[in-house]
């Protein structure tokens, strides 16, 4: 079993930062991929930033450009770094990781950002930013 717990969330100003974090305890592969998402309220759950465990990334167009995804697997954690912030970002966030090596979305570049290729969630820390 795999627990995830989030933490940076606040609330923030447009034009400002805020830096998640996620800790996974428990046994997790280093060969994990991890991601965020976030949900706000009306709205269905999408995929923020995916990072896989070779480090590679992925982001939604809406995010390029502003928010950085890391991971540090020495210390189980993992990051998003959120720039230039705008109110459209308003979202509880969502740490996720993907413990299941087999690969269930072949050829499908956008399958990181999927909901569905994960397993383990964490229960989410709240981004407000004003205007």
């Known amino acids: 079993q795999v627990q995830l717990q989030e933490s940076g969330g606040g609330s923030v100003q447009a034009g400002g930062s805020l830096r998640l974090s996620c800790v996974a305890s428990?046994?997790?592969?280093?060969?994990?991929?991890m991601a965020w998402f976030r949900q706000a309220p009306g709205k269905e759950r999408e995929g923020v930033a995916a990072?896989?465990?070779?480090?590679?990334?992925n982001y939604a167009d809406s995010v390029k450009g502003r928010f950085t995804i890391s991971r540090d697997k020495a210390q189980n954690t993992l990051y998003l770094q959120m720039n230039n912030l705008k109110p459209e970002d308003t979202a509880m966030y969502y740490c996720a990781a993907n413990t299941i090596l087999v690969d269930r979305f072949p050829g499908d570049p956008a399958a990181s950002l999927y909901i569905a290729k994960y397993n383990y969630w964490g229960q989410g820390t709240q981004v407000t930013v004003s205007s």
């Open positions: 428990g046994y997790m592969t280093t060969r994990a991929s």
């Open positions: 990072i896989d465990s070779d480090s590679g990334t």
